[in-house]
């Protein structure tokens, strides 16, 4: 790496926060500096001063200490850094997060930074495994907060299960390729489109499909930590906004169509929503009464966003990817949709009845280029999106 990476660590506290020193050590070693918060709980089982001399850094504790001019207030703590990481992050810490508060400098760093976020769970395997910290984890995923384990085994309360902190070394690997990551598109500017349209039927009714976002939301995420200047356009999904992306919301085909455009020029376009074929034709500003007759509706083509961004002229984006979502036949028909709508890429994805891809968190995708088609194993929604950035930042690497 040419350029000295920083990484803000949290230690909160958990008889883990004792492996937080061996990973200094590592981190230091690969050459990433590393500046540490600790909180009151964590002082309980590591001391500043082993993590001062570890890290040869000031040891952040306390939300209202500036004692010296060279001390660094919350936001330029959360901001300097290029990744925090929360390690150990306890089930409070983790609920803390979850819900925005911000009561010790660790919290406070973590609502007011930009910058990505890994933790490293480590507690209890009861206090993993209860339903308050599931769903805590799954919002702050939802969010782009990435999670390295834990993993399972011997637990020092004398359970076994999962609970039990990534060692040190794996959560180095993970920083260093984060970091590494984080680089990779910066100066580059992409666009996501993501989830379903509505198409309005009357005034209360609507056309829609069971994309849920998933796929494109996390394409946005990955494409944001690995540096790319990111607006997601998006359909109606459940899903939270994810952090560090510029977030477009839009109901319909033809508006997601306009916020596209509106956001050109980029260097890079995803399509992953799953925008409706057709629309009503006119849609009545009322309500459509039932009085014993079925309404017949008349059904309009909706734009290709995919097609008209591949065919723009003047500020075609460098690299434009489309999905195919297939029931049948799905590399053969992806392979087609690629030349009929002139985009470069095309991800093709089983959507059929049973494959889970349709509000899931696993996807089996085929990637077709000019060269051929190269499949996929089955992963989660965010390795295809990680591995994807890969592709293209190597795909960009070669080319320029
Ligand atoms: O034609 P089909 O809907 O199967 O094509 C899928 C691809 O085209 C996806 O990338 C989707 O986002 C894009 N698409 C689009 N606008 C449409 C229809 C599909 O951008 N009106």
Not at 32 to 37: G, K
Not at 272 to 285: E, F, Q, T, Y
Not at 350 to 358: E, R, Y
Request: net charge negative; with cysteine; proline share 4%.
């Amino acid at each position: 790496m040419d350029v000295v990476k920083r990484v803000l660590l949290v230690i909160s506290g958990g008889i883990a926060a004792y492996k937080c020193l061996e990973l200094i050590r590592i981190l230091k070693a690969r050459h990433i500096d590393v500046r540490c918060v600790l909180t009151e709980s964590g002082a309980k089982f590591v001391t500043p001063l082993s993590l001062g001399a570890l890290s040869g850094d000031k040891v952040y504790q306390d939300l209202f200490s500036l004692t010296d001019e060279n001390e660094m207030g919350h936001i330029e703590l959360s901001r300097d850094a290029d990744l925090l990481v929360v390690a150990p992050a306890t089930a409070n810490i983790l609920a803390k997060m979850r819900t925005g508060i911000a009561d010790d400098l660790a919290t406070t760093a973590l609502l007011a930074t930009d910058k990505p976020v890994l933790v490293a769970p480590a507690m209890n395997v009861a206090m993993w495994d209860h339903p308050a910290t599931q769903e805590n984890m799954r919002v702050l995923e939802g969010r782009g907060i990435r999670r390295i384990g834990p993993a399972e085994g011997d637990m020092a309360c004398g359970e076994f299960g999962f609970g039990r902190m990534a060692e040190p070394g794996v959560i180095a690997d993970t920083i260093e390729s984060a970091l590494t990551r984080s680089a990779r598109l910066s100066g580059m500017r992409a666009i996501v489109t993501s989830g379903p349209t509505h198409e309005a039927v009357d005034a209360v009714r609507y056309l829609a499909n069971h994309s849920s976002g998933r796929q494109g939301h996390a394409i946005a995420r990955a494409l944001a930590d690995a540096g790319a200047d990111t607006v997601l356009i998006s359909g109606p999904t459940g899903l939270p906004d994810p952090t560090g992306v510029i977030v477009r919301h839009v109901s319909s085909a033809v508006e997601m169509l306009e916020a596209c455009q509106t956001e050109l020029p980029a260097d890079i376009a995803i399509c992953a929503a799953a925008v409706a074929d057709w629309r009503i034709d006119a849609p009545p500003a009322h309500k459509i009464k039932k009085n014993g007759k079925a309404p017949v509706l008349k059904l309009t083509e909706n734009p290709d966003i995919l097609a008209t961004l591949s065919g723009a002229r003047k500020s075609r984006p460098g690299l434009v990817i489309g999905f195919a979502a297939e029931t049948e036949n799905v590399v053969e028909n992806a392979i087609g949709k690629r030349r009929d709508k002139g985009c470069d890429w095309i991800i093709a994805n089983d959507v059929g009845l049973g494959s889970g891809t349709f509000g899931g968190d696993s996807n089996t995708v085929h990637v077709i280029d000019e060269d051929g088609v190269e499949d996929w194993p089955t992963m989660s929604k965010d390795e295809v999106s990680v591995r994807l950035i890969d592709r293209i930042s190597h795909h960009l690497e070669t080319k320029s």
